[in-house]
């Protein structure tokens, strides 16, 4: 089902580039974002540049992908939230509840420009996003682990969406890796990999996905992104209790993710909290290259979301990487 509600203002959008234009200068873009990424640490020094109060109820923010001045946010809307049953029902550890797939496009100042439902039924979780240069991939799933899920193609000029293919699992994620052309896909809790070879349509090829178990346990991954030649960046969350009735501490993190191996590449903490104390990482993320290393765009709190900026240097310990290449 697919139903579109535009805003008024809609003349006044930014149109996207042509694939062909586009592509190449957003595949470069991925590379050097990945390979900034490997020289964040621990004590990397974020700064706060912007607070932008979101101009619309947002939900449950999942991904977020940024084309030029535009975001687009996927956000599951919960209606009747899932109940767990009191012993396994068909290989089920909770009802599917009820609700409503959004994938919202806004402009920077928090301004609704665009809102798509997808979804059908209890399928109605979408997750996080990638731009792979001309489409958004996006996957809406049960709210439950070990479920079943439908792919998207969506146009982020018409905000029309085509469905690719159904999956019997919960994909939290998905990456489009365009230098081999295939779709890589990650299951609830990031526990498993998916990945597909696609065709020339880019759909996907009737034969079973190939499925690697992820070896990293640091992070729950939220968002992912395709980061150029093979690799994906993921952001997320860990949960930490000291007894199963204290209070939690969430921790955020990134990973930069091997798509070949399935192994985490360079895996670092992103200690940013907001005011009142969710973790950055909590919902969706975008990163891009900034003058002296890197932007980041989170959205971590729910219905009421504020859209948080922060740069971080990463030119000197970049330059110092280059010379003792050299």
């Known amino acids: 089902m ?6 008024a203002s809609m003349i006044a959008v930014l149109a996207v580039a042509a694939p062909d234009a586009q592509r190449p200068r957003h595949a470069d873009t991925r590379s050097v974002v990945a390979d900034r990424v490997r020289a964040l640490s621990r004590d990397s020094a974020w700064r706060q540049v912007a607070a932008v109060p979101i101009g619309f109820r947002t939900f449950h923010p999942q991904g977020m992908v940024k084309i030029g001045d535009t975001l687009f946010v996927s956000s599951v809307e919960v209606r009747v939230p899932t109940k767990r049953f009191a012993t396994p029902q068909a290989g089920q550890d909770r009802d599917s509840g009820e609700g409503v797939g959004h994938l919202f496009k806004m402009d920077r100042s928090g301004r609704l ?20 240069g001309r489409d958004i991939w996006v996957p809406v799933a049960e709210y439950r ?80 992104k395709y980061a150029g030649r093979h690799r994906m960046l993921c952001t997320g969350v860990t949960e930490l209790r000291q007894s199963a009735e204290a209070p939690p501490f969430r921790l955020g993190g990134l990973e ?55 740069e971080v240097d990463t030119s000197a310990q970049v330059s110092g990487d280059q010379s003792r290449r050299q």
């Open 256 to 310: 930069l993710v091997d798509l070949v191996q399935g192994r985490p590449l360079h895996q670092v903490p992103v200690l940013l909290w907001t005011p009142s104390g969710t973790d950055m990482t909590h919902n969706p993320v975008w990163i891009e290259p900034s003058d002296t290393g890197l932007r980041a765009y989170f959205m971590p709190e729910d219905d009421r979301s504020t859209l948080y900026i922060f």
């Open 145 to 224: 682990p070990n479920s079943r899920s439908i792919v998207y193609r969506v146009n982020p000029e018409t905000m029309k969406a085509a469905e690719i293919f159904r999956f019997d699992d919960h994909l939290g994620a998905l990456v489009r890796d365009t230098d081999d052309n295939t779709l890589h896909g990650v299951s609830w809790g990031s526990r498993r990999f998916y990945r597909w070879t696609l065709d020339t349509r880019g759909t996907a090829a009737p034969s079973r996905p190939t499925r690697t178990i992820n070896s990293s346990h640091y992070v729950d991954y939220q968002d992912c």
């Open 2 to 7: 697919l139903s579109v509600r535009l805003s």
């Open 113 to 132: 420009i665009a809102d798509v439902t997808l979804g059908e039924g209890s399928v109605y979780h979408p997750g996080g996003l990638d731009f792979d």
